[in-house]
Protein backbone atom coordinates (compact mmCIF):
# COMPACT_ATOMS: atom_id res chain seq x y z
CA UNK A 1 0.00 0.00 0.00
CA UNK A 2 1.00 3.27 -1.18
CA UNK A 3 0.32 7.13 0.09
CA UNK A 4 1.40 10.10 -1.49
CA UNK A 5 3.26 12.99 -0.93
CA UNK A 6 3.35 16.51 -2.49
CA UNK A 7 6.42 16.39 -5.26
CA UNK A 8 6.41 20.09 -5.50
CA UNK A 9 10.27 21.40 -4.40
CA UNK A 10 8.50 22.96 -1.54
CA UNK A 11 7.59 19.87 0.29
CA UNK A 12 9.45 16.35 1.47
CA UNK A 13 6.61 15.19 3.54
CA UNK A 14 3.28 15.39 2.80
CA UNK A 15 -0.22 13.60 3.77
CA UNK A 16 1.25 10.32 5.04
CA UNK A 17 3.27 7.65 5.43
CA UNK A 18 3.25 3.60 5.61
CA UNK A 19 6.01 1.39 7.27
CA UNK A 20 7.55 -0.59 4.78
CA UNK A 21 10.03 -2.79 6.84
CA UNK A 22 11.78 -2.25 10.42
CA UNK A 23 14.13 -3.15 12.06
CA UNK A 24 16.35 -1.95 15.58
CA UNK A 25 16.67 1.06 16.42
CA UNK A 26 16.04 3.79 18.80
CA UNK A 27 12.11 4.75 19.79
CA UNK A 28 10.59 6.88 22.06
CA UNK A 29 7.43 4.55 21.65
CA UNK A 30 6.94 1.55 20.23
CA UNK A 31 4.94 1.13 16.69
CA UNK A 32 5.04 -2.10 14.59
CA UNK A 33 4.83 -2.53 10.56
CA UNK A 34 0.94 -1.94 10.38
CA UNK A 35 0.89 1.15 12.02
CA UNK A 36 -0.38 4.18 10.10
CA UNK A 37 1.98 7.36 9.96
CA UNK A 38 0.40 10.35 9.84
CA UNK A 39 0.05 13.55 7.71
CA UNK A 40 3.05 16.22 7.73
CA UNK A 41 4.78 18.88 5.75
CA UNK A 42 8.24 19.51 5.90
CA UNK A 43 10.70 22.83 4.83
CA UNK A 44 11.67 23.50 1.49
CA UNK A 45 14.60 21.56 0.21
CA UNK A 46 16.81 24.34 -1.16
CA UNK A 47 19.64 23.80 -2.82
CA UNK A 48 21.81 25.26 -0.52
CA UNK A 49 20.68 22.75 2.25
CA UNK A 50 23.97 20.78 3.21
CA UNK A 51 21.95 18.11 4.78
CA UNK A 52 20.97 17.31 1.58
CA UNK A 53 23.09 15.44 -1.09
CA UNK A 54 22.90 13.96 -4.95
CA UNK A 55 20.96 15.36 -8.13
CA UNK A 56 18.49 17.75 -7.87
CA UNK A 57 17.34 15.65 -11.43
CA UNK A 58 16.84 12.75 -9.19
CA UNK A 59 13.15 11.12 -9.07
CA UNK A 60 14.43 8.65 -6.44
CA UNK A 61 14.53 10.18 -2.94
CA UNK A 62 15.34 9.05 0.48
CA UNK A 63 14.58 11.42 3.58
CA UNK A 64 16.34 10.15 7.27
CA UNK A 65 15.17 10.95 10.46
CA UNK A 66 18.37 10.61 12.66
CA UNK A 67 19.48 10.92 16.36
CA UNK A 68 23.27 11.57 16.74
CA UNK A 69 23.32 9.52 19.68
CA UNK A 70 21.48 6.47 18.76
CA UNK A 71 24.00 3.48 18.51
CA UNK A 72 21.41 2.30 15.80
CA UNK A 73 22.11 5.58 13.76
CA UNK A 74 26.20 5.20 14.35
CA UNK A 75 25.63 1.56 13.07
CA UNK A 76 24.06 2.64 9.38
CA UNK A 77 26.39 5.32 9.10
CA UNK A 78 29.16 3.11 9.78
CA UNK A 79 27.70 0.23 7.65
CA UNK A 80 25.09 1.15 5.33
CA UNK A 81 25.58 5.15 4.40
CA UNK A 82 29.05 4.80 2.62
CA UNK A 83 27.34 2.00 0.08
CA UNK A 84 24.08 3.63 -0.33
CA UNK A 85 26.25 6.98 -1.08
CA UNK A 86 28.70 5.50 -3.65
CA UNK A 87 25.83 3.18 -5.60
CA UNK A 88 23.36 5.60 -5.51
CA UNK A 89 23.51 9.24 -3.97
CA UNK A 90 27.53 10.06 -5.63
CA UNK A 91 26.34 8.40 -9.20
CA UNK A 92 23.47 11.44 -9.52
CA UNK A 93 20.53 7.85 -9.01
CA UNK A 94 19.05 9.59 -6.01
CA UNK A 95 18.72 12.31 -3.67
CA UNK A 96 19.68 12.06 -0.16
CA UNK A 97 18.46 14.00 3.03
CA UNK A 98 19.25 13.92 6.87
CA UNK A 99 16.47 15.41 9.14
CA UNK A 100 17.10 15.77 13.09
CA UNK A 101 14.69 13.32 15.26
CA UNK A 102 16.49 13.89 19.00
CA UNK A 103 15.12 11.66 21.21
CA UNK A 104 14.25 12.51 24.65
CA UNK A 105 16.03 9.65 26.61
CA UNK A 106 19.33 10.94 24.59
CA UNK A 107 20.81 13.65 26.54
CA UNK A 108 23.41 15.05 24.26
CA UNK A 109 21.47 14.44 20.65
CA UNK A 110 19.79 17.61 20.49
CA UNK A 111 22.85 19.64 21.43
CA UNK A 112 24.88 17.76 18.79
CA UNK A 113 22.08 17.92 16.15
CA UNK A 114 22.59 21.95 16.63
CA UNK A 115 26.93 21.36 16.54
CA UNK A 116 26.44 19.43 13.35
CA UNK A 117 24.22 22.47 11.97
CA UNK A 118 27.03 24.48 12.85
CA UNK A 119 29.94 22.95 11.08
CA UNK A 120 27.54 22.98 8.13
CA UNK A 121 27.77 26.87 8.76
CA UNK A 122 31.68 26.02 7.66
CA UNK A 123 30.94 23.31 5.05
CA UNK A 124 31.58 20.87 7.49
CA UNK A 125 28.43 19.20 7.60
CA UNK A 126 28.70 15.57 6.44
CA UNK A 127 32.36 15.13 8.24
CA UNK A 128 31.27 16.85 11.19
CA UNK A 129 28.39 14.44 11.70
CA UNK A 130 30.90 11.07 10.84
CA UNK A 131 33.08 12.03 13.77
CA UNK A 132 29.83 12.55 15.68
CA UNK A 133 28.86 9.20 15.25
CA UNK A 134 32.32 7.61 15.43
CA UNK A 135 32.14 9.37 18.72
CA UNK A 136 29.45 8.92 20.48
CA UNK A 137 30.76 7.24 24.19
CA UNK A 138 32.69 10.85 24.56
CA UNK A 139 29.69 12.92 23.39
CA UNK A 140 29.50 16.34 25.30
CA UNK A 141 29.99 20.21 25.27
CA UNK A 142 33.26 20.41 25.32
CA UNK A 143 34.25 17.68 22.96
CA UNK A 144 31.72 19.31 20.11
CA UNK A 145 34.04 21.96 20.21
CA UNK A 146 36.66 19.88 20.64
CA UNK A 147 36.07 18.16 17.01
CA UNK A 148 35.73 21.66 15.69
CA UNK A 149 38.66 22.43 16.11
CA UNK A 150 39.69 18.69 14.49
CA UNK A 151 37.99 20.52 11.22
CA UNK A 152 39.76 23.90 11.90
CA UNK A 153 36.60 25.21 12.27
CA UNK A 154 36.41 29.06 13.45
CA UNK A 155 36.19 28.25 17.51
CA UNK A 156 34.30 31.65 18.18
CA UNK A 157 31.73 31.82 15.29
CA UNK A 158 31.33 27.99 15.89
CA UNK A 159 30.28 28.80 19.85
CA UNK A 160 28.48 32.18 18.91
CA UNK A 161 26.15 29.24 16.55
CA UNK A 162 25.44 26.92 19.08
CA UNK A 163 24.24 29.37 21.69
CA UNK A 164 22.05 30.31 18.60
CA UNK A 165 18.38 29.96 19.51
CA UNK A 166 17.23 30.26 15.95
CA UNK A 167 19.61 27.11 15.33
CA UNK A 168 18.00 24.97 18.04
CA UNK A 169 14.65 26.10 16.60
CA UNK A 170 15.22 24.21 13.13
CA UNK A 171 16.24 21.15 14.95
CA UNK A 172 12.85 21.42 16.97
CA UNK A 173 11.24 21.87 13.57
CA UNK A 174 12.54 18.41 12.10
CA UNK A 175 11.64 16.87 15.20
CA UNK A 176 8.01 18.44 15.29
CA UNK A 177 7.92 17.42 11.63
CA UNK A 178 8.76 13.70 12.47
CA UNK A 179 6.11 13.64 15.45
CA UNK A 180 3.11 15.08 13.40
CA UNK A 181 4.44 12.15 10.77
CA UNK A 182 4.28 9.32 13.42
CA UNK A 183 7.63 8.94 13.31
CA UNK A 184 9.04 8.03 16.64
CA UNK A 185 12.08 5.57 15.98
CA UNK A 186 15.44 6.15 14.61
CA UNK A 187 16.97 5.89 12.17
CA UNK A 188 14.09 5.95 10.01
CA UNK A 189 14.06 6.77 6.31
CA UNK A 190 11.17 7.63 3.68
CA UNK A 191 11.98 5.95 0.33
CA UNK A 192 9.84 7.14 -2.55
CA UNK A 193 9.97 8.75 -6.26
CA UNK A 194 8.20 11.27 -8.26
CA UNK A 195 5.01 10.42 -10.29
CA UNK A 196 3.13 12.24 -12.10
CA UNK A 197 3.52 15.06 -9.84
CA UNK A 198 3.27 13.57 -6.24
CA UNK A 199 6.14 11.89 -4.36
CA UNK A 200 4.87 8.30 -3.41
CA UNK A 201 6.82 7.01 -0.26
CA UNK A 202 6.96 4.52 2.44
CA UNK A 203 8.94 4.50 5.67
CA UNK A 204 11.90 1.82 6.29
CA UNK A 205 12.98 1.88 10.19
CA UNK A 206 15.99 0.68 11.86
CA UNK A 207 19.32 -0.13 11.14
CA UNK A 208 19.10 -1.78 8.17
CA UNK A 209 21.64 -3.36 5.75
CA UNK A 210 22.42 -2.14 2.46
CA UNK A 211 20.20 -4.93 0.05
CA UNK A 212 17.50 -3.84 1.99
CA UNK A 213 17.50 -0.27 0.71
CA UNK A 214 19.49 -1.63 -2.49
CA UNK A 215 16.20 -3.59 -3.29
CA UNK A 216 13.58 -0.91 -3.19
CA UNK A 217 15.77 1.50 -5.10
CA UNK A 218 16.54 -0.65 -7.91
CA UNK A 219 12.86 -1.21 -8.29
CA UNK A 220 12.05 2.57 -7.84
CA UNK A 221 14.38 3.35 -10.36
CA UNK A 222 13.36 0.68 -12.81
CA UNK A 223 9.81 2.59 -13.05
CA UNK A 224 9.31 4.65 -15.94
CA UNK A 225 10.48 8.29 -15.53
CA UNK A 226 7.20 10.67 -14.83
Known sequence: MHYNFASNLRALLVPALVALAIAPGCASTARTAEDPVAASVAAPPSPADPRILGSADAQVMIIEFTDLQCPYCARFARDTWPLLRKHYVDTGKIRFATRDLPLPFHAFALPAAVAARCAAQQGKFWEYREALFHDQSHLGHQRFAELAGTFGLDITHFEDCRADPAVLATV???????????????????????????????????????EAFQQRLDSLLQQPQK
Open 172 to 210: REDAALAASSGIASTPSFVIGRVVNGEFEGEVMSGALPF
